[in-house]
Nanobody, 126 residues
Framework: QVQVVESGGGLVQAGGSLRLSCAAS????????MGWFRQAPGKERDIVAA????????YYADSAKGRFTISRDSTKNTAYLQMNSLKPEDTAVYYC???????????????????WGQGTQVTVSS
C-alpha cells in the first residue's frame, strides 16, 4: 500500500503565494514520479505540473507556466509545488499523485497515476 499526503493549502489573496508539499510512503520506489492535479467545483481534474523520478524533467500546464514551480527532494519521496502570483481561477482542490512505477519520462495523464492523496484546498480571493 502507498500513502500520499498533501499539505500547505489555504486561503490567500490574489497575487500571493503558497507552497504545497506532497509526501509518499509505503510500497513505492524510494524516488518516484509525482504529479500535481487540481479540480475546481463543477470541472474535471486537470494536471497542473509533474516531475520525473530524478527531478531533471518537468511538465507544466499552460495555466501554471511562469507562475508555478514543481520540485522534489532527492533524498526522499517528497515533492513541492511553489505557486506564485496566484489568481482567483487557481482556486481548487489540489491533489498529489504517484504512479506504480518510476520513469525518466514525465507522466501527464491522470490514468498514469495509481495512488492519490486526499487533496488540499487552495482558495484565492480577489
Amino acid at each position: 500500500q502507498v500513502q500520499v499526503v498533501e499539505s500547505g493549502g489555504g486561503l490567500v489573496q490574489a497575487g500571493g503565494s503558497l507552497r504545497l508539499s506532497c509526501a509518499a510512503s509505503g510500497r513505492t520506489p524510494s524516488t518516484n514520479n509525482m504529479g500535481w492535479f487540481r479540480q475546481a467545483p463543477g470541472k474535471e481534474r486537470d494536471i497542473v505540473a509533474a516531475i520525473n523520478w530524478s527531478g531533471d524533467s518537468t511538465y507544466y500546464a499552460d495555466s501554471a507556466k511562469g507562475r508555478f514551480t514543481i520540485s522534489r527532494d532527492s533524498t526522499k519521496n517528497t515533492a513541492y509545488l511553489q505557486m506564485n502570483s496566484l489568481k482567483p481561477e487557481d482556486t481548487a482542490v489540489y491533489y498529489c499523485a504517484v504512479p506504480s512505477y518510476s520513469s525518466s519520462s514525465v507522466y501527464t495523464a491522470s490514468y498514469e497515476y495509481r495512488y492519490w492523496g486526499q487533496g488540499t484546498q487552495v482558495t484565492v480571493s480577489s
